[in-house]
């Protein structure tokens, strides 16, 4: 491994670790208050985003670790399904990881707890890659407005990029 990727995989590896301990001093702080129902909430959002990590980290393929490194770093951001026939290219890869840092940081700036993605490619007849971003209503308009850069770079490199809003709970 090569100093460079060693080096983000640390940065990685280290945001990821602040943002767990983040989410746990949170459920923490909500059961010192005496509001063990909003430290739950918590404790699930982040057991979420761990197993849509898993799930990732077992889908996807050598070239497509940015992607993984990106959604390891974006606790606002689940990939809830990555189905790909084909290996992504290096710019999709990269593409996809800059969308998903994207949308991470409007989330975390409006307060969204969760956005999904989901990624999938077929071989044949048509093999563009598809990406469904589904988020708290409200939130889709803002998202759009303000990673229209991340968007347009993806469908530049022949990705779909779609949005959809999820009703509250």
């Not at 909500?30 to 063990?36: A, D, G, H, I, N």
């Not at 949308?103 to 989901?118: F, K, Q, T, Y």
């Not at 990406?131 to 308009?141: A, E």
Request: aromatic share 6%; net charge negative.
């Amino acid at each position: 491994m090569d100093d460079a990727l060693h080096g983000r995989w640390l940065e990685s590896v280290r945001k990821h670790r602040h943002d767990v301990l983040n989410l746990l001093q949170v459920a923490q702080g909500y059961l010192q208050l005496q509001r063990p129902e909003v430290a739950l909430s918590s404790l699930r959002q982040l057991s979420d985003w761990l197993n849509s990590l898993s799930a990732l980290q077992s889908a996807i393929r050598s070239t497509e670790t940015p992607v993984y490194q990106a959604a390891l770093t974006c606790p606002h951001v689940f990939v809830r399904r990555f189905a790909c026939e084909r290996v992504l290219t290096e710019a999709e890869s990269d593409c996809v990881a800059d969308l998903l840092e994207a949308l991470d940081e409007r989330a975390a700036e409006v307060g969204a707890l969760e956005i999904s993605v989901v990624l999938r490619t077929a071989t044949e007849p048509d093999p563009s890659l598809y990406i469904n971003v589904q988020c708290p209503q409200g939130f889709c308009t803002v998202a759009q407005d303000r990673i229209s850069t991340e968007v347009s770079r993806m469908t530049e490199a022949g990705a779909r990029v779609y949005f959809s809003e999820t009703n509250p709970v």
